[in-house]
């Protein structure tokens, strides 16, 4: 298999469970929400345009919450949050609009309308089980093309990559812009009366570049995801606690989900429901028939079966 | 069926074209801003905090006595806050260099024109810290000019 292929293969022909992109769907709503909600609603202008525009932002939102229409409606609340970023923040000035945060967001969303994110916890899905079950067929798959969703893994890389770029000169390894942002967020002290103060700005700014440099190559690999993705999310929470970035410490947190693989996701999700528990497999004798009957699903012969390992359980449901 | 796979393929070409679009974006937009200095609203650059802390200073006041020696005040005493948290926020941080001698006439207003007031202080840039004063004595006469500056 040539390079090219691999790299069109990662990249255009990752196919798997849409929970990912599911969770990932309704949390970014939530994150939108909590960025925008209070700023959208009419009473900040009474002008028809503006009142149109609002209502656009919460039935899109809406809709993208509660998975109706869902790639349409993840497109159309890309659509709002790019125009908040790019009219009111850039155009009109709103420099709080204009930041790094509702572009992330913008984008996420503009990615993860490429993928089926309606396939799963969703309208879309609960529509589609019922057309199922109509015309008796078996439940469609909660299974799709993901390429959006490796899009959303290189834009994080990205993101990673560019910020640590923007810190690699001697201001920021040598502990001043850390100490200048101490000084601005935590005024009162004279920090730099303390002698440890400075060598530890210092070893701090030096582990932050090393850890976004880090975090851009390593998600990608399984080690980098055991290992970075817990140190990754808790310097967003430090950034988070420490300088306040609105929504960008959580939004980061939420769209790791592209980094993990969706069928780990599915069974993670499968096993903390306890599907995957032998007690609720459809053929455990313990369980009554007509229980499965009504699901649709027919129990098999009470068989003597051997304890399987967890990858021999991986076969989504 | 000959159609169906068509449009399959025609699908997929879409796809790549699309994601390498986006890719060169992604990777394009950071480039030209951080790199190479362009200017567009259109490209995002991923420089978090860069525009932030700026101008607030680190301050150290001493009286200058006569044999030389340094004695170290803390404004919030001489200025008669309990605690720190209770000083308003244009003495907990100091800003440029109006904001510095703004706080400095008041401690000299304080201590009395007998005590020799000095400050040294550093300004924060986008290339660190840079020296703003240094063994300044406070005069509120000659000082005025400096606090119209920004």
């Given amino acids: ?247 960008f410490s959580l939004t980061m947190i939420l769209l790791y989900l592209a980094f993990i693989p969706a069928g780990t996701v599915h069974r993670v999700l499968n096993q903390m429901q306890g599907v995957s528990m032998p007690e609720a497999r459809p053929d455990n004798p313990l369980l009554s028939k007509s229980r499965f009957m009504e699901a649709g699903v027919q129990p098999a012969a009470p068989t003597k079966r051997k304890a399987a390992p967890l990858a021999g359980r991986t076969a989504l449901r | 069926m000959p159609h169906r796979a068509l449009l399959l393929r025609l699908k997929e070409h879409t796809r790549t074209v699309a994601f390498v679009v986006f890719v060169l974006l992604m990777v394009g937009g950071p480039f030209y801003k951080q790199v190479l200095g362009g200017e567009t609203i259109l490209l995002r650059e991923w420089t978090m905090y860069s525009g932030l802390g700026l101008r607030v200073c680190d301050v150290a006041f001493y009286i200058q006595e006569a044999d030389g020696h340094r004695m170290p005040v803390d404004r919030y005493e001489v200025l008669g806050y309990a605690a720190v948290q209770e000083a308003p926020i244009e003495v907990r941080r100091l800003e440029g260099a109006a904001g510095v001698l703004a706080v400095a006439h008041k401690m000299q207003e304080a201590l009395g024109d007998d005590k020799d007031l000095r400050v040294d202080a550093r300004i924060a840039t986008p290339v660190g810290w840079v020296p703003l004063f240094e063994g300044k004595a406070v005069d509120a006469a000659s000082d005025a000019e400096n606090r119209r500056q920004p």
């Fill in chain 1, 1 to 247: 298999m040539t390079l090219a292929n691999q790299i069109t293969g990662w990249a255009l022909r990752y196919e798997g469970s849409t929970r990912a992109a599911g969770l990932m769907r309704i949390g970014l709503v939530l994150l939108i929400w909590g960025r925008f909600a209070g700023s959208m609603l009419p009473k900040h202008d009474l002008h028809l345009p503006w009142i149109l525009f609002g209502m656009t932002f919460f039935v899109a939102t809406g809709l993208m919450l509660v998975g109706l229409w869902s790639r349409l409606s993840s497109l159309l609340v890309s659509g709002v949050v790019f125009t908040n970023y790019f009219y009111f923040g850039h155009y009109l000035g709103n420099a709080y609009w204009a930041g790094h945060h509702v572009y992330l967001l913008a984008i996420a969303c503009f990615f993860l309308a490429l993928t089926p994110c309606g396939k799963s916890y969703s309208l879309d899905r609960w529509r589609a089980l019922h057309r199922a079950e109509r015309r008796g067929q078996p439940a469609p798959k909660e299974w799709g093309n993901l390429w959006g969703m490796r899009l959303i893994a290189f834009q994080l890389s990205m993101v990673y990559f560019w910020a640590a770029f923007s810190k690699a000169n001697p201001a920021f390894l040598s502990g001043d812009r850390l100490q200048q942002l101490i000084y601005a967020n935590f005024p009162g002290p004279d920090y730099s009366q303390f002698f440890l103060f400075e060598p530890l700005t210092m070893v701090a700014a030096i582990g932050v570049v090393i850890l976004q440099l880090a975090l851009a190559f390593g998600l990608h690999f399984p080690w980098g995801r055991k290992y970075l993705m817990p140190l990754g999310i808790v310097m967003h929470l430090a950034f988070y606690v420490l300088l306040y970035a609105f929504t």
